[in-house]
């Protein structure tokens, strides 16, 4: 169990970090441009992600989070690929220190409707 969650976080890293690269390829301006999409644009979207990713964080560490929407004002994508990189290395490294206890705990959480989850 712990092998298949340390190797779900490194490839979500992963697979982070090749997504990054390729949106910062793209032409200027593409990445913030409005677009009929879920969240309306490319940076909006991984905003989004990145926001769930730290909410997550803070329920598996029974820590607390300011997001009160799933879809926060974002901010530049510097900033952002920065920001989800330290988090996925985060991740990484938290999933490496658990216990085979700790990985199996059932984690109460509350969405950020309000929502009770498990």
Same mark, same amino acid.
């Given at each position: ?30 990445v913030e441009r409005q677009r009929p999409m879920l969240f309306g644009s ?6 989004? @992600? ?41 991740? @990484? ?13 059932v984690i109460e959480f509350e969405f950020i409707g309000g929502a009770p989850?498990?």
């Amino acid at each position: 169990m712990l092998t298949d969650l340390h190797g779900l976080c490194r490839y979500m890293a992963w697979s982070n970090r090749v997504f990054y690269q390729a949106v910062a390829g793209l032409p200027e301006g593409e990445v913030e441009r409005q677009r009929p999409m879920l969240f309306g644009s490319i940076l909006n979207l991984l905003h989004h @992600v990145y926001a769930m990713d730290v909410v997550w964080q803070q329920h598996m560490t029974d820590g607390s989070h300011d997001y009160q929407q799933r879809n926060p004002p974002a901010c530049s994508f510097a900033e952002l690929s920065h920001l989800q990189a330290e988090l996925d290395d985060w991740f @990484v490294e938290y999933v490496t220190h658990l216990s085979r206890a700790q990985s199996c705990e059932v984690i109460e959480f509350e969405f950020i409707g309000g929502a009770p989850g498990i």
